[in-house]
């Protein structure tokens, strides 16, 4: 199992001030009377699977409306690669967190482990989490998509699927290099002559990645070299040669510091130090002389710095704006050029990858075919068996599969391709269903009774229940029109199921909820003038009495019957026929 649902935090939605809700594995029911606000449980959940949040579900004197799913995962890698291809952060230890707020100002936020996402998100991963049945827009068991990746797991080909889907990848990619160079002469011999133009021109330029900022401060120096040159000789003269210089005067203090260590000999310090600052003095000038002799430029040297940096400047204006990136311009427009110039020979080896690419797609479309023929009638009889189950004595359930002339939308022969990355393959699947003899089968998507529907998506999800990755399964209103043996038939089938996934039914029948791991019961209080749904976890003597209340009453009859019910052991059956279809 991907993920379980570990906790649910609702606040201020609908009737519901504040519900922190922890869940455990397993089969899980929820009861309650009829307006008591179960339904709440399920706007939270398809709020949190991306459906739109209206205003009107917050809660009346509230400014805004949170609801919070935790998940624990049990599988990281495939769903921290998941969140990474939407920019989220990966699974904290172990735990998913889906969090949804919306205000009466219109604000509407959802994040995804901390990090803001989107409501496009919100139901791609709710697609992998979570399976709504019952009168709800989130059921993927009726997209034709959904349908073929069951079926595809049912005849293990999730192998040969995979391989199909990169042999059609790859034969877009060649299609479109294909197409690319099969434009029409005019167009090529424009493209031509601008490819020749850019690669030669930036070949010619002899660029080098790292040039600019070496020349850029030398022509900097060099454009001011005459100021530097009259600053560097002016400041030498000063020194050595103007009168008085300097050098010169320095030579008169000399003297007169000698005198003074003459009369007093603890001055010699100070004339060494005098000595050695003149020794600084003149090989400052004559560093100076040396600085403004290298700054003495060729005026041609100059002009051909300007120039250089002048070309860099343009290149960069067309190119891009980086020396790398001009380079990178040269070598795409020398390489496109290359294969442009030998176009016949590069159309004929795309052309010769084309035809090996769709033989083996082809091949492998075969393959997947085969298992999926092979499978078909084997998952509609157990599908089948399962509805009979359930109370479709004699009903029909067909998996409809359509040759396709070719693969795709539109065929690999068009010359439009379309690129498809999650292609069907070589034919099309529906699931059809006809509950009653005489009647042809219809889609899924069809069936208009919810009770219907919704026991047709728990023999589906029965007879796949080893195959079906999707951890979390809800069902309302399963209980449609169901009593008698029935009733006992779903009860079972939705343990059997709690077995392999984490199953939540909100339901109205007794042995449904009797035989679950655990039982919520949700209530409607009044209180200053306020009306508050409640969940309560009913246990032992609390659950007797629900379950009792389910039956019909607080007889001691009702309550005997819950306490068989909650054993396990056979109950009485009721007087209700069961329905007829």
């Given at each position: 199992?991907?993920?379980?649902?570990?906790?649910l935090?609702?606040?201020?939605?609908?009737?519901?001030?504040e519900l922190?809700?922890?869940?455990?594995?397993?089969?899980?029911?929820v009861?309650?009377?009829?307006?008591?606000?179960?339904?709440?449980?399920?706007?939270?959940?398809?709020?949190?699977?991306?459906?739109?949040?209206?205003?009107?579900?917050?809660?009346?004197?509230?400014?805004?409306c949170?609801?919070?799913?935790?998940?624990?995962?049990?599988?990281?890698?495939?769903?921290?690669?998941?969140?990474?291809?939407?920019?989220?952060?990966?699974?904290?230890?172990?735990?998913?967190?889906?969090?949804?707020?919306?205000?009466q100002?219109?604000?509407?936020?959802?994040?995804?482990?901390?990090?803001?996402?989107?409501?496009?998100?919100?139901k791609q991963?709710?697609?992998?989490?979570?399976d709504?049945?019952?009168?709800h827009?989130?059921?993927?068991?009726?997209?034709?998509?959904?349908?073929?990746?069951?079926?595809?797991a049912?005849s293990?080909?999730?192998?040969?699927?995979?391989?199909?889907?990169?042999?059609?990848?790859?034969?877009?990619?060649?299609?479109?290099?294909?197409?690319?160079?099969?434009?029409?002469?005019?167009?090529?011999?424009?493209?031509?002559?601008?490819?020749?133009?850019?690669?030669?021109?930036?070949?010619?330029?002899?660029?080098?990645?790292?040039?600019e900022?070496?020349?850029?401060?030398?022509?900097?120096?060099a454009?001011?070299?005459?100021?530097?040159?009259?600053?560097?000789?002016?400041?030498?003269?000063?020194?050595?040669?103007?009168e008085?210089s300097?050098?010169?005067?320095?030579?008169?203090?000399?003297?007169?510091l000698?005198?003074?260590?003459?009369?007093?000999?603890?001055?010699?310090?100070?004339?060494?130090?005098h000595?050695?600052?003149?020794?600084?003095?003149?090989?400052?000038a004559?560093?100076?002389?040396?600085?403004?002799?290298?700054?003495?430029?060729?005026?041609?040297?100059?002009?051909?710095?300007?120039?250089?940096?002048?070309?860099?400047?343009?290149?960069?204006?067309?190119?891009?704006?980086?020396?790398?990136?001009?380079?990178?311009?040269?070598e795409?427009?020398?390489?496109?050029?290359?294969?442009?110039?030998?176009?016949?020979?590069?159309?004929?080896?795309?052309?010769?990858?084309?035809?090996?690419t769709?033989?083996?797609?082809?091949?492998?479309?075969?393959?997947?075919?085969?298992?999926?023929?092979?499978?078909?009638?084997?998952?509609?009889?157990?599908v089948?068996?399962?509805?009979?189950?359930?109370?479709f004595?004699k009903?029909e359930?067909e998996i409809?599969?359509?040759?396709?002339?070719?693969?795709?939308a539109?065929?690999?022969?068009?010359?439009?391709?379309?690129?498809?990355?999650?292609?069907?393959?070589?034919?099309?699947?529906?699931?059809?269903?006809?509950?009653?003899?005489?009647?042809?089968?219809?889609?899924?998507?069809?069936?208009?009774?919810?009770?219907?529907?919704?026991?047709?998506?728990?023999?589906?999800?029965?007879?796949?229940?080893?195959?079906?990755a999707?951890?979390?399964?809800?069902?309302?209103?399963?209980?449609?029109?169901?009593?008698?043996?029935?009733?006992?038939a779903?009860?079972?089938?939705?343990?059997?199921?709690g077995?392999?996934h984490?199953?939540?039914?909100?339901?109205?029948l007794?042995?449904?909820?009797?035989?679950?791991?655990?039982?919520f019961?949700?209530?409607?209080?009044?209180?200053?003038?306020?009306?508050y749904?409640?969940?309560?976890?009913?246990?032992?003597?609390?659950?007797?009495?629900?379950?009792?209340?389910?039956?019909?009453?607080?007889?001691?009859?009702?309550?005997a019957?819950?306490?068989?019910?909650?054993?396990?052991?056979?109950?009485?059956?009721?007087?209700k026929?069961?329905?007829?279809?």
């Open positions: 199992m991907l993920a379980t649902l570990s906790s935090r609702i606040k201020n939605l609908a009737l519901v001030e922190d809700w922890q869940l455990v594995p397993g089969f899980i029911t009861t309650g009377e009829t307006g008591a606000g179960k339904s709440v449980i399920l706007g939270a959940l398809k709020l949190l699977l991306g459906e739109r949040a209206e205003k009107s579900l917050i809660r009346t004197g509230a400014d805004s949170t609801v919070e799913a935790c998940f624990e995962v049990n599988d990281c890698q495939t769903l921290d690669s998941q969140l990474d291809g939407h920019g989220l952060e990966a699974c904290d230890e172990g735990n998913l967190i889906i969090k949804r707020s919306f205000t100002a219109g604000s509407n936020r959802q994040f995804v482990n901390g990090s803001p996402t989107t409501i496009a998100v919100l991963l709710g697609d992998l989490l979570v709504l049945h019952g009168p827009d989130h059921q993927s068991l009726l997209s034709a998509e959904r349908q073929l990746d069951l079926l595809d049912y293990h080909a999730e192998g040969t699927r995979r391989a199909y889907e990169e042999a059609w990848r790859r034969l877009g990619t060649l299609r479109e290099e294909h197409a690319g160079l099969a434009t029409n002469e005019a167009a090529l011999d424009r493209e031509l002559e601008l490819l020749r133009h850019q690669a030669s021109e930036i070949q010619a330029a002899e660029l080098q990645p790292d040039e900022d070496g020349l850029q401060a030398r022509y900097s120096l454009a001011n070299s005459r100021r530097l040159i009259e600053l560097a000789t002016g400041v030498a003269h000063e020194l050595t040669e103007s008085p300097i050098r010169s005067r320095l030579g008169d203090t000399a003297r007169l000698r005198e003074l260590e003459k009369i007093d000999p603890a001055t010699a310090p100070m004339v060494e130090a000595t050695a600052a003149v020794v600084e003095l003149e090989e400052l004559r560093g100076l002389v040396h600085y403004a002799e290298k700054l003495d430029l060729d005026p041609a040297q100059l002009a051909e710095m300007e120039e250089r940096v002048h070309l860099l400047q343009s290149l960069k204006r067309k190119y891009g704006p980086s020396i790398e990136q001009v380079i990178a311009v040269g795409q427009a020398a390489s496109r050029l290359q294969k442009i110039e030998g176009r016949g020979a590069e159309l004929e080896r795309l052309q010769s990858e084309i035809d090996l769709q033989a083996a797609l082809m091949r492998v479309g075969r393959e997947l075919s085969a298992l999926r023929m092979d499978a078909a009638p084997k998952l509609s009889g157990a089948r068996d399962q509805l009979r189950d359930l109370g004595k009903s359930f409809h599969l359509v040759q396709l002339e070719t693969p795709g539109k065929g690999l022969e068009t010359i439009e391709f379309v690129f498809a990355p999650r292609s069907s393959g070589l034919e099309s699947v529906e699931f059809l269903f006809a509950p009653n003899p005489g009647e042809p089968p219809k889609p899924l998507r069809s069936i208009a009774s919810s009770g219907e529907i919704s026991r047709v998506m728990l023999a589906v999800k029965s007879a796949l229940a080893d195959q079906d999707v951890p979390l399964l809800v069902f309302d209103e399963i209980d449609a029109n169901v009593g008698g043996e029935i009733a006992h779903v009860a079972s089938k939705m343990r059997a199921l077995e392999r984490q199953v939540l039914c909100i339901t109205h007794p042995q449904v909820a009797a035989v679950a791991r655990a039982h019961v949700v209530t409607k209080e009044f209180t200053d003038e306020r009306t749904s409640r969940l309560t976890e009913v246990k032992t003597k609390a659950r007797v009495k629900e379950i009792a209340r389910m039956l019909g009453g607080q007889s001691d009859t009702a309550l019957l819950a306490k068989t019910l909650l054993s396990g052991k056979a109950a009485p059956q009721e007087k026929p069961a329905e007829a279809v």
